[in-house]
Structures are given as C-alpha cells and as structure tokens.
C-alpha cells in the first residue's frame, strides 16, 4: 500500500495542475535523502573501515543502481517518480487532452525511458561533475602538476568555465519555475519538459486504480512455468522496491533532518557541540621498526631523503614530509609512510616557514 498509503487527499477542484510548491517540494524531497544516506554510509565506513570501506568508496553507484531500481517501480505502477507519487502526482504525456489515462495504465515506452534516464543519470552525472571539480580545484591550489604542462592548462580553463555552465544550468530551471508560476509554461522543470511530459494531481479514479492494482497483483495465479519464474522476478524486484519506497516513506522526515544539521551552515555548532580535546604529540617511535624511515636531520623529508620542497604535515600523525612526496603516498596507500595511522588527502596540511 505504499503507493497509495501517501495519497490521503484527491485532487481539489481548482484543476488537475499542481502549485509550484508541491512541485519545488517533491524535488528537493529526493534531493534531501542522498546526503543523508551518505553521512549513514560514512559513519558505517568510520567505525568499520574493514567491513563498510567498499560501501562508501562506491556509494555513487550502488545508489544509483537503488534509485533506477526504486524510480522503475513507481513509473511503471503510478506513472510518477517515488517523489512525485508521495505528493499525490502523476506523469502525463504532453499533448494528452482533458481525458487523461489512469495513472495505473503507465507511460508510453518513450516517455517512460526518457522520464527514468533524466531522474537517475542527470543527479548521478552532476554529482560526478561537482566532485571532479573539488578534486581539479585542490590540485591546481597545491600545484600539482607542472605549471607549463598542457593538462594543467586545459584544466584550469576547465576550473574557470565551469561556475559559468554550472550559472547557465541553474538559471534555466530558475527561469523555468518563474514561467511556471506565471503560468506561461506547463512545467516547473526543463528534465520534466525534455522527458515529454507534464505533472498533474492524481484524482479519486487514479487512486481507485492503483488500490485495485495492488490487490489483484497479489491474488493473481498463473499455471505456466515461464509466467510463474517471470512472476517471480517481477515480485522480487517489486519487493525490494517495495521496501525502499516503504523504508524512505517512514524515514523521509528522518533524513531530511540529517540532512539539515550535517549541513555547511550547521558545521559550526557541531564542532562546538562536539569538539574534543586536543590529542597528545604523537609517540616518540626511536625504538619502533618504522623509526628507519625517519632521518636524523629535521630538514630532510622522510620519503625521498631530501631536504624539504613544500613542507607539509600530516594531520593524522604529526609527521612533515615533501608535498609530492605524501600526496602521491597517502593518494595510494591511504595511510602514514611512518605511523601507518588511515589517512587521507584532506588531512594534508601545509607549513609555510617565515624564510619561505
């Protein structure tokens, strides 16, 4: 029942077209759960690297491959992605007159495909982008790369278009929502525009359909093996799918919150809410096997035995090394060359002497 079990009002009789409140709500609602699924992930990892290590480092796509699954369920039982059918919506081809098909009758294939590649690939696709953008930023402030090198040329120019298309991007869904609000566009979202089609309020009919949908697809038999093994799929991928969207509809509320206090204007109060005390210097290591590692001159960086270029410590241990030194070290190993201390590049912190 957890198609229907959020649908608690019909459609009003002001017509079938949604306010833009309900439609800027039900696409920040899945907005909201990815970060917050992703701080779960990362205490999980935290507490047990050795366990829940692989879960973080592909989080991206084993979420993207539960929000397929999830999104295919709901367009192809209620015609609406999991967030448009919790606010009682439903997707309509553009150009269908005032008789609308039920929301159980689905899409037509092409706006069906097109409707699950725009929901899952274009957040999995900016997602990927904004993190490679953070991770060019970082090199290119720390100089990675040599300054005359034709990649580091190609990615700065890269680094300095890309606030523009990021601008163009938000504008045009900008535009887009104030067209809807003047009522000079059927849609709130260029993707929903793209896809074909356009979001209405689901009516008495629809939610009719989708309860007797639901009843029969559970009373139902079939004598033929082939249909009983594809029955039996379809169950199982409606199952887990089921679970998903009953999981997420009990915990939307839930996650919204995580999603609120792990937020960039929050951090300030959790570091003052949770800030602990300063640790102690790290242990004198003269009689532990790692301590060949560590020259007798201060000066000279562990790694390449060298006097210092760049000086830079690390966080997690207290150790100073080159700068390409423990990048390309901790970039491979994730760990301190000295302590052996997990590690990882933001613990990097750089030294900037009084002769430099």
């Not at 991770?135 to 990675?144: K, T």
């Not at 009719?208 to 949908?213: G, P, V």
């Not at 951090?267 to 800030?275: D, G, R, V």
């Not at 150790?319 to 933001?346: D, M, N």
Request: aromatic share 10%.
């Amino acid at each position: 029942m957890a198609e229907v079990g959020a649908h608690l009002t019909a459609a009003p009789a002001g017509g079938d077209r949604p306010s833009v409140f309900e439609a800027v709500a039900q696409d920040s609602l899945m907005a909201a759960v990815k970060p917050a699924l992703q701080h779960l992930v990362k205490v999980l990892a935290e507490s047990n690297p050795a366990r829940y290590g692989s879960l973080w480092r592909w989080f991206d796509e084993i979420y993207v491959l539960l929000d397929l699954l999830l999104q295919q369920h709901y367009l192809a039982r209620c015609s609406a992605s999991f967030s448009e059918n919790f606010y009682s919506l439903k997707r309509v081809p553009m150009g269908e007159g005032t008789r609308q098909a039920l929301a159980t009758a689905g899409l037509p294939k092409r706006q069906h495909w097109k409707s699950l590649l725009l929901l899952v690939l274009v957040p999995y696709l900016k997602g990927k982008l904004e993190k490679l953008v953070s991770s060019l930023r970082e090199e290119d402030e720390y100089s990675i790369h040599p300054p005359s090198s034709s990649w580091k040329r190609f990615y700065r120019a890269f680094l300095a278009a890309y606030p523009f298309v990021n601008m163009t991007w938000e504008g045009w869904f900008l535009i887009q929502q104030l067209c809807y609000i003047l009522g000079k566009a059927q849609h709130h979202s260029p993707l929903l525009r793209l896809a074909g089609v356009r979001l209405v309020r689901l009516t008495a009919e629809d939610i009719q359909a989708l309860e007797k949908k639901l009843a029969g697809a559970t009373s139902s038999e079939t004598h033929s093996f082939t249909s009983r093994v594809q029955l039996a799929l379809r169950k199982a991928l409606g199952g887990i799918a089921f679970s998903l969207s009953t999981g997420l509809s009990v915990s939307v509320f839930f996650l919204q919150f995580l999603d609120w206090w792990y937020s960039s204007e929050n951090q300030e109060t959790i570091k003052s809410l949770t800030a602990l005390p300063t640790p102690p210097p790290p242990v004198h290591l003269d009689h532990e096997p790692s301590s060949a590692l560590l020259p007798k001159l201060k000066t000279v960086c562990p790694l390449c035995r060298k006097i210092r270029v760049n000086a830079t410590a690390l966080s997690t241990s207290g150790f100073v090394f080159c700068y390409r030194c423990i990048y390309s070290h901790v970039k491979a190993h994730q760990r301190c060359p000295v302590t052996g201390y997990a590690t990882e590049l933001q613990h990097l912190v750089k030294l900037y002497s009084p002769e430099s």
